[in-house]
């Protein structure tokens, strides 16, 4: 494995100017209360680099004559391993994960003013702003204490993402796997909940039994908070109380995915909570259904981004104005954008070690991304009808449909990693029958 990470590490050196240095700042522990942690996760790009997966830890590379990768890192405390577990120490950075040079965490700010003296350039990762308020007297540091007659050196900062996330974008073949396993993971997950759900279970079990499916297949962790919402709580976006009874006649909105190794799946179903759509979730359903597969059906290499999108609100407008739901010509719909008022949100967005995953959708030039094969990415239309509708008939009041699929881009086309999970009405209706 630290074979992936020193081919990342050399990548990315490629692309910096001579020079310069990038910091890639490392999470820290966080406390939940008094003397309870919350349970550890590395800062994605961080790990992407390094593989490194202890608090507090910072890297350098240097990109020069001899390029280099420095680790810093807690050191080895045998009183602190017994109580909360081993760590890697100096020695481990080195001989375990790879690092040129490794030092401990009190060591980084003296051997980073000293290589900053020979830099034109910094980039900085640092998500969390750990360091944000120290980067300008650091590249100050060497013109403002050097004498007179030095020559000084004015360096310059600049972000590190800019370089980095549009690479995150194209996944590798390791990280394909690691994502197919989430995907498959969340699948069993979605599966068990749609079987289990009925009138009277609370939303709170759901989720659980989620968790508790995905952690079979290997996941330690949901990739986000589990959105299980009946009825009208599908309305609000990122519902995540997850705390209300289901009742006979609701539909059930479930955005969940589980994490594999750091890298996420996510995805969507909406479904009755009884097992049997009524006339009136039927036909929003087949509609966001319908938005969702002509949309998959654009994905190939060179498709623009934006067309999938553009591509499911067309549909959707085309059915709200048919349902009566919108009123005017569909030219007029689509210039004044009031179909907005039920479908809210974009429909899709990058997916891997982050569930909204990092990287440009734009190109240098302002234009809209084209898609490459192994680019993977959700497409997920949404039609919300809040109880607070008035103007709408009753019975589509109270209701939020969402499908969201796990899309990769191929050679060829598209593969949807998430199409086990049961999406058509009439295989949910016979799935939630069983």
């Known amino acids: 494995m630290s074979n992936i990470y020193h081919q990342r590490r050399s990548e990315l050196l490629e692309q910096l100017p001579n020079d310069s240095l990038a910091i890639v700042a490392g999470y820290q522990q966080k406390v939940r209360s008094k003397n309870i942690k919350y349970h550890f996760r590395q800062d994605n790009d961080f790990l992407y680099l390094t593989g490194f997966d202890e608090p507090d830890a910072i890297a350098i590379l240097v990109k020069g004559d001899v390029n280099q990768y420095l680790l810093f890192c807690r050191p080895k405390d045998p009183a602190q391993e017994v109580s ?62 050097c004498s007179f007659d030095t020559p000084k050196r004015f360096t310059s900062i600049k972000p590190l993402a800019e370089v980095l996330h549009s690479k995150r974008v194209v996944k590798s073949r390791d990280e394909l796997a690691k994502i197919r396993s ?108 319908k938005a969702l597969d002509q ?78 094969p192994n680019m993977v990415f959700t497409i997920e239309p949404g039609i919300y009808i809040p109880l607070d509708a008035t103007d709408v008939p009753e019975a589509y009041r109270g209701m939020g449909i969402r499908i969201e699929d796990d899309i990769l881009v191929t050679h060829n086309g598209y593969e949807n990693l998430s199409v086990d999970v049961p999406r058509s009405i009439e295989e949910i209706e016979a799935f939630m029958a069983n």
Request: net charge negative; proline share 2%; hydrophobic share 40%.
């Open 295 to 372: 949309a998959i059906e654009k994905v190939c290499p060179g498709a623009a981004w934006n067309s999938l999108y553009e591509t499911c609100m067309q549909v959707m407008a085309e059915g709200l104005k048919e349902l009566g739901l919108l009123s005017g010509s569909i030219d007029e719909i689509m210039e004044n954008e009031s179909y907005k008022r039920f479908t809210v949100h974009k429909t899709g967005h990058w997916l891997g070690m982050d569930v909204h995953d990092v990287g440009p959708y734009h190109n240098n030039k302002g234009q809209f991304r084209t898609l490459e």
């Open 84 to 145: 909360f577990g081993a760590r890697a120490g100096v020695e481990g950075a080195v001989a375990i994960h790879g690092a040129d040079k490794a030092f401990t965490v009190a060591e980084f700010e003296q051997t980073l003013l000293l290589l900053l003296q020979q830099v034109n350039t910094l980039y900085i990762g640092d998500e969390l702003g750990r360091f944000s308020s120290q980067l300008i007297s650091w590249v100050n540091q060497q013109r403002h204490h």
């Open 182 to 289: 989430a995907v498959y993971a969340s699948t069993a997950g979605h599966k068990a909940v749609m079987q289990a759900c009925k009138p009277g279970i609370n939303e709170r079990e759901l989720s659980s039994l989620f968790d508790f499916t995905i952690a079979k297949h290997g996941c330690n962790d949901v990739a986000y908070p589990s959105i299980v919402a009946g009825g009208n709580n599908a309305c609000c976006l990122h519902y995540e109380e997850n705390c209300c009874e289901l009742v006979n006649g609701q539909m059930l909105l479930i955005d969940a995915g589980g994490e594999f190794e750091y890298y996420a799946a996510d995805i969507t179903r909406s479904y009755p909570v009884n097992g049997r759509f009524s006339p009136e979730q039927k036909v929003i359903y087949k509609l966001v259904l």
